[in-house]
């Protein structure tokens, strides 16, 4: 866990993490430990629609995909790394797998941590500390691209209840050409309210706050609202998101979100991803940018990024480590100052920003690029308007 010194320097401000059943089966000491060394809030998220994909065969040689195939207990559906086919799940075979993964994300991190939990009693003469449960369960569930999927992940949701007395959170995976068709959108997030699930996560696939237009971010803003009417005071939160998003949870259109330490703010998942590149998060534009673009429209400027890890620091000096806390700082830094805005005050405080940023440089071809870099920002503002 190459984010955990990060973490660590804020983990009384952040409620908890989310953490990909891939990844703890990647580096299962180095999570385990980290969760029980902090006593923090924790969801595995199974990540099963891997298994419902085709190109679920790119993965079939990592070293976390027998694990989970196993710990599911779905070695008779991917057979020579094919993927699970929506025939095979008849009722009592989706009971069985629903019952592993519940099981799998109840056990699993406990089952990881005990010998480090056994050491520390070793060392410290008391008892094993205790392991927090997760913060909520998450069903098996798939991307839903038709009805099929859609019923899969309602019947995992009221499956899951029988197994477990934790809270149930059902995740909402909405293919990102559904968005455009309000008809569907309302069956889909009317089956998910009738489920009477404990709380929500939503993931609109491929969904990039920074390269999506105003009118498609507010389709995607409209769902959120609509869906968080209808739920009420259970949470809404979306897996995948960045400072859009965080804006939309201070006005309580959500109730928070999820995005990878300095890495991810967007998934897609037919696409299997590489190494994330070295970039550097420009608080002003809310966004990564590679660190010679960063560089460029920084240096010297009197908006550059003043935290302790980049005081005194070049950009292009900084390692991995130090762009990982400095994302952590500048992630906080741009939250704490929207908490008590109204949102007209934070399209204002938007705009401001970016207009600085251009005015302040005197060179021509860099206040063209900062024009380009901010483009979002303007998209953002159309679709935070029309609210």
Not at 158 to 166: C, G, M, R, S
Not at 305 to 325: A, N
Request: proline share 4%.
């Amino acid at each position: 866990m190459r984010e955990r010194e990060a973490i660590n320097e804020h983990i009384d401000e952040i409620f908890g993490l989310v953490i990909d059943a891939h990844v703890l089966e990647t580096f299962q000491n180095a999570t385990s430990g980290f969760i029980i060394n902090n006593n923090i809030n924790y969801v595995v998220d199974p990540n099963t629609y891997r298994f419902y994909l085709d190109n679920i065969y790119e993965c079939s040689s990592k070293r976390w995909f027998e694990r989970l195939v196993d710990l599911f207990g779905i070695e008779d559906l991917i057979i020579e790394g094919n993927k699970i086919y929506s025939y095979e799940l008849d009722s009592s075979r989706l009971d069985k797998f629903v019952q592993n993964v519940v099981k799998y994300q109840e056990r699993r991190m406990i089952d990881l941590s005990g010998e480090t939990r056994s050491l520390i009693s070793l060392f410290s003469g008391e008892p094993p500390p205790k392991l927090k449960k997760p913060y909520c369960i998450i069903p098996p569930y798939f991307i839903i691209e038709s009805g099929e999927e859609l019923n899969i992940n309602i019947d995992s949701i009221e499956l899951a209840k029988k197994y477990t007395d934790i809270p149930i959170y059902g995740l909402i995976p909405i293919y990102y050409d559904l968005i455009f068709n309000n008809d569907i959108l309302n069956v889909i997030t009317n089956r998910y309210v009738e489920a009477n699930a404990d709380g929500y996560f939503i993931w609109i696939t491929d969904f990039n706050e920074i390269k999506e237009k105003g009118i498609i971010l507010k389709f995607a803003k409209d769902l959120y609202i609509s869906l968080k009417e209808k739920i009420g005071e259970k949470e809404l939160i979306n897996m995948f998101g960045g400072h859009f998003s965080t804006i939309l949870s201070t006005q309580g259109f959500l109730d928070g979100l999820v995005h990878g330490v300095g890495i991810s703010e967007s998934r897609d998942p037919y696409v299997e991803s590489g190494p994330a590149p070295t970039r550097y998060y420009v608080q002003p534009l809310h966004r990564m940018l590679s660190l010679e673009s960063a560089t460029d429209i920084l240096y010297n400027q009197p908006y550059r990024c003043r935290c302790p890890i980049c005081e005194g620091t070049q950009i292009s000096d900084m390692g991995v480590p130090d762009l990982i806390k400095h994302v952590m700082n500048a992630k906080l830094a741009e939250k704490n100052e929207i908490l008590d805005l109204s949102l007209e005050e934070i399209m204002q405080k938007l705009q401001n920003d970016l207009d600085q940023m251009i005015t302040i440089n005197r060179f021509d071809l860099l206040r063209r690029r900062i024009r380009n870099y901010g483009v979002h920002i303007n998209e953002w503002i159309k679709a935070l308007k029309e609210t």
